[in-house]
């Protein structure tokens, strides 16, 4: 299974950035119908969206739903990979979208103080859920946060949350300035520093970024292949040969960073 680093959004509106987004090769598509898309445009958005979801398609295409209206207008359509679900604040808000979109999986988007003191509820709050992220434009409101580290404390809430529930490490939010690329790559090693995995992008030319920071590095792949090895021949807590000491939590990280460093780059 292929770990996804990189998610980039499309306007639902636009079938040709759409398109565009998916020729791009991220490991996901979000086709977005809430904020990317115009009140008067929501219907166009939707019956454009159906249609190119209507048939298979090259990689995992994700629908951020506006309404309820959406949801039983694309589940189960073939295109369809999961449906992301905004501005959650309660479980039940997941628990609703599971009943009328049953098999389908579902993200959930924390975008409100309410829904960071809510997060291991709606992280537990149905087997369908495959995932937690911030939406950080909103919720950067709610909290009149101004500047970035004032959002530290709500995105390690998240990552907690979704760790304690067994989910995968959330994505990164989104990084609103597409000529900026070094400053997203700085924002990407913090984000990475802090527990997420992966990025969603705007903009293709940002997919390279998030990809090579979220990659291991020699070192760390040097480092989890000497772990890996070492627990091959033993299956207790060991002590390698500079002195760390490895457990089973520590080998489990090893190996997921050699699954990482295993992705072919784009």
């Known amino acids: 299974m292929t770990i996804p ?9 636009r079938p040709e950035v759409v398109h565009k987004a998916i020729a791009a090769r991220p490991d996901v598509v979000i086709v977005d119908l809430e904020d990317a898309v ?10 454009a969206t159906a ?17 309820a209206g959406d949801v039983a207008a694309l589940a189960g359509l073939p295109g369809l990979a999961a449906l992301r679900i905004p501005k959650v604040a309660y479980a039940t808000d997941v628990q609703r979208i599971a009943a009328e979109a049953p098999g389908v999986g579902l993200y959930a988007l924390l975008e409100s103080a309410l829904a960071v003191e809510h997060a291991y509820a709606i992280a537990t709050a149905h087997e369908a859920l495959r995932g937690i992220a911030l939406g950080e434009s909103d919720l950067r409101a709610d909290l ?8 530290d404390w709500p995105r390690t809430r998240i990552v907690v949350a979704a760790r304690a529930a067994g989910l995968a490490p959330p994505t990164q939010s989104v990084f609103p300035d597409i000529l900026d690329l070094d400053g997203l790559h700085a924002s990407c090693a913090h984000g990475r520093s802090i527990g997420f995995l992966g990025r969603a992008a705007i903009h293709p030319r940002q997919l390279p970024v998030i990809e090579r920071a979220y990659r291991p590095t020699p070192e760390e792949i ?7 090895k070492a627990a091959a021949s033993d299956t207790g807590a060991m002590a390698l040969p500079d002195g760390r000491f490895v457990d089973a939590a520590v080998v489990a ?3 997921r960073t050699l699954a990482i460093a295993a992705r072919e780059i784009p």
């Open 5 to 13: 680093l990189t998610w980039l959004y499309a306007p639902g509106d």
């Open 38 to 47: 115009a009140g008067h445009r929501k219907e166009y958005a939707l019956a």
């Open 51 to 67: 249609e190119l979801l209507s048939q298979h398609l090259p990689l995992p295409v994700h629908v951020r739903i506006d309404s």
């Open 144 to 151: 009149g946060v101004r500047g970035d580290t004032g959002l």
């Open 222 to 228: 040097d480092a989890a292949e000497e772990i890996v």
């Open 253 to 255: 990280a090893a190996r």
